[in-house]
């Protein structure tokens, strides 16, 4: 089974972003960057199942810039075995490529790689748009199975558990197919510093976004990046008594 | 021209976050059709139809529908989409409209735009980015707009005293989805339900265990509340995933938030810092969730807790 992981490089999540003075995105420049969280879950997975023997190869694919490769080496580091960068100038955050260009992009990778599982994450923690894994599955015919907290892979189909609003879903998809991870898939593991140099050795294909037959232009217009409406620290309260006399008395919400 | 918004139910009930939806396409002053699939979703479908100011429901029953699942609903929906020229389709930013709408978008080759809060324009919307931390417009230039909508950020529409016309719709497809439902497990709940409720009280990771995460339970039953979590103590396994409240939870905004023993992650702002008065208890008196609250009370959850449910 080949294993195809689609992961995005995003500001780390431990960062505070800066909104840039003249309102036209976020600051990107001297900001750690990292594996966006749930495709380094989306990895793991991966390496899970071609550790249990499941998997026989895995190949993670990333759109950005130039530097985004730093992303692939990772999760090479972590256990896949090439990686595919697509190289574009443009903002991938907000405001140029956008979730639909990507799904177009992968669904065009995938039809050249055939692998039999897509993983990826359910949202990039900078647009948070959560929309990538579905157009992917649309647009490939393929089935989907999204938020996932369990995967189960069993000859041809695969179990997922998925983290829904009402509790938990259980599915089976008939593979291929494509897969979204949630939080609680598995932990992701450290690359040991072995590994991250073997992963400096393994191969990692080059290709331009500009070469893919897609139009690039993008549907949303984006007019302004803003800060959010500030909310004020209130005051602190001695005691229980004090907090329901103000609960009860100044802010009247009991 | 028209705009559709796509019914969240579970074949008994009409889920409260369809009105929500509703009351953000009004915000366009065109027709609003309502689109139920489902199996026997009549009753859902009635539902619908009263809600104040629909143009029409669509009821679309069938065994190939009853458990939501994407590939099916993608399917009746296009179906229903083909027939007319809507303008906007729409559906909450819940679990369900996530799972389903952007197949929709990429089947109508538009750019979606998730989780709007605000509509600035018949073509421009607000949306948060980055957990929260910048909020986007954006202009959509695609001749169909594909939304869904942050449930928390538009007042429940009218349920009640509407008179829409129902039309019963089949099912066509017969295509293999290649997906099956095996099992549900919903968290039986006596409580509120979490995105809508007026009051929430949240518990972190500092409540230590599922037995102590039980003085959360008595407080929120005292105050008629809804319960949540912080990613950490859902992690920990002392409560289920669904009551995760954050950026890749729950986005909740009620009246009164008492945070309990959770510092207040980006993350977790992300999800709550929108609710009316926000309480933080919490031992360390720099814990960022002070940052934010109305109401700060420092000291050792394990004393103050007993103490609040006891006198109120
Ligand atoms: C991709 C991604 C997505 C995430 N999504 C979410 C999300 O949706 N929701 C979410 O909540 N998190 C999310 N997180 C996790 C988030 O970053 C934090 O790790 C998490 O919110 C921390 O939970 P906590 O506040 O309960 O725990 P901690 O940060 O450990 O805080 C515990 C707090 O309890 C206090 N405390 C300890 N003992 C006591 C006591 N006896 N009395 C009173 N106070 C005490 C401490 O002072 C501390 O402030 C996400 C993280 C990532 C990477």
Redesign the pocket.
């Known amino acids: 089974m080949k294993i195809f992981v689609p992961i995005k490089r995003v500001i780390d ?1 431990n960062v505070k972003v800066r909104i840039k003075p003249d309102n036209s995105g976020i600051e990107q420049t001297n900001v750690k960057m990292s594996i966006n ?2 495709d380094e879950i989306a990895v793991e997975e991966a390496v899970r199942l071609k550790e249990s023997g499941k998997a026989t190869e895995i190949v993670v694919v990333t759109i950005g810039p130039e530097k985004a490769q730093e992303v692939l080496r990772t999760a090479m580091a972590m256990g896949a075995d090439r990686g595919i960068l697509v190289t574009t100038e443009e903002a991938i955050d907000l405001g140029a490529i956008e979730p639909l260009m990507i799904a177009k992009c992968l669904k065009s990778l995938i039809e050249q790689e055939k692998p039999d599982l897509v993983i990826m994450g359910k949202q990039a ?1 900078d647009d948070d748009s959560n929309q990538t894994g579905q157009m992917l599955s649309a647009l490939l015919g393929w089935p989907q199975a999204t938020f996932a907290s369990e995967i189960v892979t069993e000859g041809d189909s695969t179990t997922v558990t998925r983290e829904i609003d009402g509790g938990l879903e259980t599915l089976k998809v008939k593979m291929p197919a494509i897969l979204t991870t949630d ?1 609680r898939l598995n932990e992701p593991r450290y690359a040991s510093l072995p590994n991250i140099m073997k992963a400096k050795k393994k191969p990692l294909d080059v290709k331009a976004l500009d070469d893919f037959d897609l139009n690039t232009t993008p549907r949303l217009k984006l007019i302004s990046v803003d800060e959010p409406p500030k909310r004020e620290a209130g005051e602190k309260v001695e005691n229980v008594d004090a907090l329901i006399d103000k609960l009860k008395n100044e802010a009247k919400v009991i | 021209m028209s705009i559709l918004v796509i019914a969240e139910h579970d074949n008994e009930e009409l889920k409260p976050s369809t009105l929500n939806v509703v009351t953000a396409a009004k915000e366009f002053g065109e027709a609003i059709d309502i689109l139920v699939m489902g199996e026997n979703c009549q009753k859902v479908s009635k539902q619908a139809a009263s809600i104040q100011n629909i143009n029409k429901v669509y009821c679309m029953s069938d065994a190939q529908l009853k458990n939501h699942l994407a590939e099916p609903l993608t399917a009746g929906t296009m179906q229903i989409v083909k027939g007319d020229s809507y303008k906007y389709i729409m559906s909450p930013a819940s679990t369900f409209g996530k799972n389903l709408l952007p197949r929709i978008s990429a089947l109508l080759d538009v750019q979606q735009i998730s989780d709007v809060t605000e509509v600035v324009s018949a073509s421009s919307f607000k949306r948060p980015v980055y957990g929260g931390q910048a909020i986007a417009t954006v202009e959509s230039n695609d001749d169909v707009k594909v939304i869904t909508v942050r449930v928390t950020a538009f007042d429940a529409a009218e349920a009640e005293g509407g008179q829409a016309q129902v039309t019963e719709v089949a099912f066509n497809p017969t295509e293999d989805f290649g997906s099956t439902f095996v099992r549900l497990e919903v968290a039986q709940s006596e409580r509120p339900e979490l995105t809508g409720a007026a009051r929430v009280v949240s518990g ?3 409540l230590g265990s599922k037995e102590n995460f039980k003085m959360i339970e008595d407080l929120a039953d005292k105050l008629g509340a809804a319960i949540g979590a ?4 859902v992690d920990a396994g002392y409560v289920p995933n669904d009551y ?6 729950k986005v909740v905004a009620p009246e009164l938030y008492i945070a ?9 702002l ?2 709550m810092k929108d609710s009316k008065t926000i309480v933080a ?4 008196e720099d ?1 960022p ?1 002070f940052q934010i609250a109305d109401y700060g009370l420092v ?4 004393d103050i807790l007993p103490e609040l449910t006891e006198k109120l």
């Open positions: 999540y969280p749930f923690i939080l | 972190g990771r500092a912080s990613r950490a103590a995760q409240v954050g950026q890749t939870g309990v023993g959770i510092s207040g992650a980006i993350q977790h992300a999800g208890i919490n031992k360390d814990a969730i000291g050792d959850l394990f």
